[in-house]
């Protein structure tokens, strides 16, 4: 199982961008992705899940209604889509999956980050004027 993020950057307050986790060795059709990050001195937090089965999200209360989870299931690749970025989300970014099938996208945001099994490398988002 692989995972690969990318798509993070340099970016102003207020601003977007839009990462992207390519999936191999699995089939998004029966596994759900977390999203998490991690900032400097700090644990990895997840902040939004997608269920690749039914495309049902959740998000955590520091990035609701900011950022937006989706998958294309033809390409084995899930997206997360930053908006309104704000310097406080400066940190690594990581998608990452627990490798059996079935979660719910809320129980697995809720879940200890140590339940994940299979992890990307991580991309880079900074926030800064």
């Known amino acids: 199982v692989q995972l690969q993020a990318s798509g993070g950057g340099l970016v102003q307050p207020g601003g977007s961008l839009r990462l992207s986790c390519t999936i191999s060795m699995f089939t998004l059709d029966y596994y759900t992705i977390g999203w998490l990050r991690q900032a400097p001195g700090k644990g990895r937090e997840a902040v939004a899940c997608?269920?690749?089965?039914?495309?049902?999200?959740y998000y955590t209360d520091a990035v609701k209604g900011r950022f937006t989870a989706s998958g294309d299931n033809a390409e084995n690749t899930v997206y997360l889509q930053l908006d309104n970025l704000k310097p406080e989300d400066t940190a690594v970014y990581y998608c990452?999956?627990?490798?059996?099938?079935?979660?719910?996208?809320?129980?697995?945001?809720?879940?200890?980050?140590?339940?994940?099994?299979?992890w990307g490398q991580g991309t880079q988002v900074t926030v800064s004027s």
């Open positions: 990452a999956t627990h490798g059996t099938s079935g979660w719910d996208a809320k129980t697995l945001c809720e879940t200890s980050s140590r339940v994940y099994e299979f």
């Open positions: 997608f269920k690749g089965s039914d495309g049902s999200t």
